[in-house]
């Protein structure tokens, strides 16, 4: 497993622009997909984007499609997520996840990740 630290959460207007990072420890970050999920309020943990190893896959869920873009750079062991036209509906608990050593390229699934940040929050006002 590695560590890892969320930043650039925070508060917007609808329409606005923000973008995560995640930075992860250790010397295995280019070995792991990433991800990113999110927890509204009161409703399950959702997958929101994903990134394989080398960066050369992407892939997003539907209502985020055109809007958010996952990036990373291996070295500096961090992964991003700029997400742009911000809806009220995007407010949640943003978590970043690592997928394990080599492990599967299944990216929607949270059963694919063994590391997961604490989280950092967004809310878009109307």
């Known amino acids: 497993q590695v560590q890892l630290v969320e930043s650039g959460g925070g508060l917007v207007q609808a329409g606005g622009s923000l973008r995560l990072s995640c930075a992860a420890s250790?010397?295995?970050?280019?070995?792991?997909?990433m991800g990113w999920f999110r927890q509204a309020l009161g409703q399950e943990r959702e997958f929101v984007a994903a990134?394989?190893?080398?960066?050369?896959?992407?892939y997003y869920t539907d209502s985020v499609k055109g809007r958010f873009t996952i990036s990373r750079d291996n070295a500096k062991n961090t992964v991003y997520l700029q997400m742009n036209s911000l809806k009220p509906e995007d407010t949640a608990v943003y978590y970043c996840?690592?997928?394990?050593?080599?492990?599967?390229?299944?990216?929607?699934?949270?059963?694919?990740?063994?590391?997961w940040g604490q989280g950092t929050q967004v809310t878009v006002s109307s």
């Open positions: 996840a690592a997928g394990r050593v080599f492990g599967s390229a299944v990216l929607d699934s949270d059963s694919t990740y063994d590391s």
């Open positions: 250790g010397r295995t970050f280019s070995t792991r997909n």
């Open positions: 990134i394989s190893r080398s960066g050369g896959i992407t």
